[in-house]
């Protein structure tokens, strides 16, 4: 009850496009936030979202938790996402959650292209929801999604790229 109205409005209208398309062109990505108060919330939103767009279509939900690839190495970290993916799309899970998409490893991120891109994601009819949680203790309460969309942007920005090492194992450049 808390949420913006924007929030459903959104997220319902862009799932329910998806779930209609006769022929699907790229998968539906959402990403949800919450401040460091929010966080069992958003484990919950996430959950319950994937959830219902996957019981639209008689399939299950796969989870793959951030924190727990937060310790390895960005290509063992990439390589469980992409088996734990593949394996669960192909087994014909509709949805996917990843929760705490900030603490995977920052090269492990990169295997997303290969599930996000508009034009050529592996599978174009599923939805992947990712969470993050910002550093902040709580987020105003009337904060427009432009606001938070460009916190999101710019916090995961800060947390995968290092000016200090930008050509380092477990980090990215800006490019």
Excluded at 96 to 118: M, S
Aim: glycine content about 4%; overall charge negative; proline content about 3%.
């Amino acid at each position: 009850p808390g949420q913006s109205p924007d929030l459903w409005l959104r997220s319902r209208k862009f799932l329910q496009k998806h779930l209609n398309a006769s022929r699907h062109t790229q998968p539906a990505i959402i990403i949800f936030t919450a401040a460091r108060k929010g966080e069992r919330t958003l484990r919950c939103l996430s959950t319950h979202v994937a959830d219902s767009y996957s019981a639209a279509l008689r399939a299950s939900t796969a989870h793959i938790d951030g924190e727990d690839k937060s310790g390895l190495q960005s290509d063992q970290a990439k390589l469980e996402v992409d088996s734990e993916l593949s394996s669960a799309f192909q087994a014909g899970d509709r949805a996917a959650v990843i929760h705490r998409f900030e603490l995977l490893p920052a090269g492990a991120t990169l295997i997303f292209y290969k599930y996000c891109d508009h034009e050529s994601a592996a599978f174009k009819d599923v939805a992947l929801l990712l969470t993050v949680l910002l550093e902040e203790e709580m987020l105003e309460t009337h904060i427009r999604l432009q606001q938070v969309e460009e916190r999101v942007r710019d916090f995961l920005w800060a947390k995968f790229t290092s000016a200090s090492a930008p050509s380092s194992y477990d980090h990215m450049d800006s490019d």
